[in-house]
């Protein structure tokens, strides 16, 4: 017997599409979409990858009935295939396999060609690929190419033991629930890479300050419960400030980022390096006592010494250890204890190491500043527990809050207001405190720019700010309506490498206020801050981008699904709009005829009127402006308003984002109507507008190459039907009157498009066939013998061989062979009765009754229309569907448009 794994790559089969709704699927079949709907959010919200594979696996099982099952991971570079996850009787020989490349088995084939596959008998392939150490017995497969993002995540293969099939149903449903799983996969992917960016230091590759109170806190717990300890070494670079002042922050950075790789050569494979601040870096060491920790901390002071660091030259640390749980049992009572043991060492000279231990602490302050330095120490255990909470926010407004209200526990201040930078704007994301009479909302009012006051200077220079006297300080920008007091400010930048990212600015009521430890403790609390803020950013920004990309791969999948340009245009209007967050989105679509740009779908947000509907059309000057654009633009009215004129039948948007769809025909575009300032549709939403672009040029050129070719084919019918005129006039004018008549009660019956297109081919082919009955017997002005109606009962076949050789009128050969079928199973060729006739065929047959019946023939004339229609309604049940005479009887009864 073969596991899953075992894949031959002989049978391929179609990725199966959706039919039109005109298929009966069973009860069952019903059910598992059910449960596969029911399942879908689950599986997508899925966060760890290890409980995702457990999810995916219990849900097949419940979905496909299965013996084995297994899970493949894709090297896309090395193009390899590696069993991450499989369950069953041989799922450790699955596991234990060799990786394999693309195109090896069915399952290298189905993820080298994008498609997946059923196999049933899956062992007779010669190509058939066994485990090692599993036997060769029989087995069905379905394999599935994961696919997310246009990228091969892996395979996932279901195994069935024995002669046991998998019917298409099982594939079907197999290949739909492929597609969530691929997507989930993803998603799990980009959450554990997003995961880690948020742990990690971006200067120096250690985990940053977060990922240390966490690691530190296990750690800890680890050590208490198997009663065994912890050692936290504290390192600091001495005179550090020194080399940013001399070199510049630019080679500051470098000597961080070498140290980090010095720290890294010198720790235990198992040990934790940290960077918890500027230049101030942690050693989480597992399991060691005093002596491993100094040990440690004596080679990592000696990898320093040795280092060149060029041109900053040698440098040296002080460092701090301390041990958990002897010295403290809480992980910020611990970082406090290191910390005062670092701080030991540098009052008594630097390049040291000190122990912690509660009764020698001492501080690089003069005997006098006893006060001042218990104030330290217990600002810094504050600012650790700050850090922390920090470390755990992903949102900007809630970094913000955050550090307004723990800054109060720090600083009494009067006011506290956060700003984060967006290009040259100071957007305030928290405010604490009250402004005097102040115009309009507190956060519009403090909205400023680079450059512009206090804020905006210290967001210009980068250097912290410190007055004593906001209003005469010389730059300060008073609030028009506020009145003006007597306060001190304090302002500090919120630094991330060489970018100010924001501004953090309190002030206090009274001259003189702040002095320099409140500007060293704003400092170190931007410092953590800044890191947050990059790192939410960092989050939004991915989940963003995820979300965007998930939202483009679902727009291209209907996109790509959908043939008719009516469809694909409506499906563009409203992706776009949907994924933009716009009001309304419009396509437009070049007249070669008249050179104007016509609306061709529209999409409102809500149903409400826009500023464009469907049959709107454009100048030509429209195009000739904008034109030469091949990539996504802004415009505003000023631009437009000029060449549009009175066009439009509703108000136009006071903006637009337009991407310009570059067609065959000409230059179409996608229209966007803002609700927003302009300003505010930046870069990335124009990335990724050009991305829908992107979907849509290739989408409609499809469908208007689809409609050429519809067209093309369209007036080959025409030919044919006009064939038929030369032969029988009769049958030309009765065929046109049946197409239109049948497409009316498909309309009423509610048949979707795909129907309604076999319903209009079937009908314009319905008498195809009498082209080969013998004039003689077609025109007769008499009644028929036997033999002769044996001949005209022939047609339909007739007709049916005559559309053999055409590929795109598969779908209605056997319509127009069941035309002249009975609803009691009386008619001809197959006598088939009731539901067994297809309903595109009892529609037409119904139509083409009536019409007979008003029509003047060779052998009578014809009857009225009432008695025409009480004949239909006596026929109803026998002759004809019930169903289908109601409705005939009412569009018939209709008036006429």
């Not at 958990?324 to 992980?331: L, Q, S, V």
């Not at 127009?816 to 047959?845: M, N, S, T, W």
């Amino acid at each position: 017997m073969s596991p899953p794994a075992n894949t031959p790559a002989a049978t391929a089969v179609p990725r199966p599409g959706d039919d039109d709704g005109t298929r009966a699927a069973s009860p069952a079949l019903v059910e598992s979409y059910r449960l596969l709907a029911d399942v879908f959010h689950e599986v997508l919200s899925e966060q760890s990858l290890d409980a995702l594979l457990e999810r995916i696996a219990d849900t097949v099982g419940e979905l496909i009935p299965h013996d084995d099952l297994a899970f493949y991971e894709a090297d896309e570079a090395a193009r390899e295939l590696r069993a991450v996850f499989a369950r069953g009787q041989y799922a450790d020989e699955v596991l234990a396999d060799d990786p394999f490349p693309f195109g090896r088995g069915i399952t290298g084939w189905a993820v080298e060609h994008g498609r997946p596959v059923l196999a049933n008998r899956a062992d007779l392939d010669p190509r058939v690929r066994f485990v090692e150490g599993t036997p060769p017995d029989p087995e069905s497969l379905i394999a599935v190419p994961l696919v997310a993002r246009g990228r091969v995540q892996g395979a996932l293969n279901i195994y069935r033991a024995g002669l046991k099939e998998f019917s298409d149903d099982e594939f079907r449903l197999a290949v739909r629930f492929g597609d969530a799983a691929a997507l989930a996969l993803d998603n799990a992917r980009v959450r554990a890479s997003l995961e880690l960016q948020a742990q990690t230091d971006p200067l120096t590759g250690l985990w940053n300050h977060r990922a240390f109170h966490e690691r530190l806190r296990e750690e800890l717990l680890r050590a208490s419960t198997e009663h065994s300890s912890a050692a936290l070494v504290m390192l600091d670079l001495d005179d550090f400030k020194r080399v940013n002042d001399v070199y510049g922050h630019a080679l500051g950075d470098r000597v961080l980022a070498e140290l980090a790789d010095t720290l890294r050569a010198t720790v235990r494979q198992r040990d934790a390096v940290c960077r918890v601040g500027g230049d101030e870096f942690a050693v989480i060491v597992p399991s060691a006592g005093l002596a491993v920790a100094h040990a440690l901390a004596e080679r990592a002071a000696e990898h320093v010494a040795l280092a060149a660091f060029e041109p900053a030259g040698p440098l040296t640390l002080s460092i701090g250890i301390a041990l958990g749980p002897e010295h403290a049992a809480n992980p910020r009572e611990l970082v406090a204890c290191a910390e005062i043991a670092m701080m030991t060492a540098k009052a008594r000279g630097k390049s040291r190491i000190v122990v912690f231990h509660e009764d020698e602490s001492e501080r690089p302050e003069a005997p006098t500043a006893k006060r001042e330095s218990i104030r330290s120490i217990a600002h810094l255990k504050m600012l650790h527990g700050v850090s922390s909470k920090l470390s755990r926010l992903v949102g900007v407004a809630e970094i913000g809050s955050t550090v307004a209200d723990e800054l109060r526990q720090l600083i009494d201040y009067h006011n506290c207001r956060v700003f984060v930078r967006e290009g040259e704007a100071l957007i305030p994301v928290a405010f604490r405190g009250e402004l005097s009479e102040a115009p309009g909302s507190t956060m519009e009012v403090l909205t400023t720019r680079v450059g512009v006051g206090v804020t905006g200077h210290v967001a210009e220079t980068g250097e912290p700010f410190l007055t004593g006297d906001a209003a005469g300080c010389g730059i300060g920008h008073r609030i028009p309506g506020t009145a003006q007091i007597e306060e001190s400010l304090l302002a500090v930048p919120l630094r991330y490498g060489p970018d100010v990212i924001g501004v953090i600015v309190i002030s206090k009521l009274g001259l003189d206020q702040f002095d320099d430890d409140d500007v060293r403790l704003l400092e170190v609390l931007a410092g953590h801050a800044s890191v947050a803020l990059v790192n939410a950013k960092l989050y939004e920004a991915q989940r963003r981008e995820a979300e965007s990309a998930k939202a483009l791969l679902e727009l291209s999948r209907d996109l790509s699904s959908s043939a008719e340009l009516k469809q694909v245009l409506e499906l563009l209007a409203r992706g776009a709009a949907q994924i933009l967050d716009v009001p309304q989105a419009s396509v437009w679509l070049p007249d070669t005829a008249t050179g104007e740009l016509v609306c061709r779908g529209v999409w409102n947000v809500g149903g409400d009127a826009g500023h464009a509907a469907a049959g709107d059309r454009l100048p030509p000057q429209v195009s000739a402006a904008f034109g030469s654009n091949a990539e996504p633009f802004v415009v505003t009215r000023a631009d437009y308003e000029h060449l549009v004129g009175d066009r439009l039948r509703n108000s136009v948007a006071e903006a637009y984002a337009v991407a310009p769809l570059v067609l065959d025909q000409g230059w179409g575009a996608l229209a966007l109507a803002l609700r927003d300032e302009p300003a505010l549709f930046g870069e990335r939403r124009l990335e990724l507008l050009a991305g829908v672009a992107g979907q849509a040029r290739l989408a409609v050129a499809n469908a208007l190459s689809f409609e050429s070719l519809e067209r093309t084919f369209l007036e080959t019918v025409e030919a044919l039907t006009n064939a038929l005129e030369a032969k029988d006039e009769y049958t030309s004018s009765h065929t046109r009157w049946i197409r239109d008549m049948a497409l009316k009660v498909g309309q009423e019956l509610g048949l979707g498009q795909q129907t309604l297109k076999r319903v209009e081919l079937a009908a314009l082919f319905h008498d195809i066939g009498k082209i080969g009955i013998p004039a003689a017997i077609l025109l007769k002005p008499g009644p028929l013998t036997d033999e002769e109606r044996g001949v005209i009962e022939t047609h339909p076949e007739l007709g049916e061989r005559i559309l053999a050789p055409i590929e795109q009128l598969e779908d209605v050969r056997p319509i127009v062979r069941a035309c002249h079928e009975r609803y009691d199973g009386k008619g001809y060729p197959d006598r088939l009765g009731g539901e067994q006739i297809p309903l595109e065929a009892r529609i037409i047959f119904a139509c083409d009754a009536f019409h007979a019946m008003t029509a003047d023939r060779p052998y009578r004339e014809a009857l009225t229309v009432e008695e025409a229609r009480r004949r239909l309604s006596d026929a109803a049940g026998t002759q004809f569907d019930p169903e289908i005479v109601d409705v005939c009887l009412r569009v018939l009864e209709a008036p006429a448009p």
